[in-house]
């Protein structure tokens, strides 16, 4: 059984920065991608942030381009998020993704931040940022 495990949430000022952290287990190959979502209470899940295991290639929501960063570590199949900056409007739930070894039929393809393209989900840390 996969399972994604999101740590490093919390409550900062505005301005301030959080990394935040996903480790894999159960899964023997690598992910082709992992990616970081995000959702606040009423709204529908969006993608932020997202990285191709093979290359390192990385992809980002512009409401987050400059401050997120994501970085992964494929020995363990995990991926992180360094968040700075950070807005009042960045306060969500943060949710780590990965999408199986093979993809589209090669290890190179990543879908896009579309939610049901996306194999396996962890259970989200909170984010919270006051102004």
């Known amino acids: 059984q996969v399972q994604l495990v999101e740590s490093g949430g919390g409550s900062v000022e505005a301005g301030g920065s959080l990394s935040l952290s996903c480790a894999a287990s159960?899964?023997?190959?690598?992910?082709?991608?992992m990616a970081w979502f995000r959702q606040t209470p009423g709204k529908e899940r969006e993608g932020v942030a997202r990285?191709?295991?093979?290359?390192?290639?990385?992809l980002y929501a512009d409401s987050v381009k400059g401050r997120f960063t994501i970085s992964q570590d494929n020995a363990e199949n995990s991926v992180y998020l360094q968040i700075s900056s950070l807005k009042p409007e960045d306060t969500a739930m943060y949710y780590c993704?990965?999408?199986?070894?093979?993809?589209?039929?090669?290890?190179?393809?990543?879908?896009?931040?579309?939610?049901?393209?996306?194999?396996?989900w962890g259970q989200g840390t909170q984010v919270t940022v006051s102004s």
């Open positions: 993704a990965a999408v199986a070894s093979g993809y589209g039929g090669t290890r190179l393809t990543c879908p896009g931040f579309v939610r049901n393209a996306w194999d396996f």
């Open positions: 159960g899964y023997t190959d690598r992910f082709n991608c």
């Open positions: 990285i191709r295991s093979s290359t390192g290639g990385q």
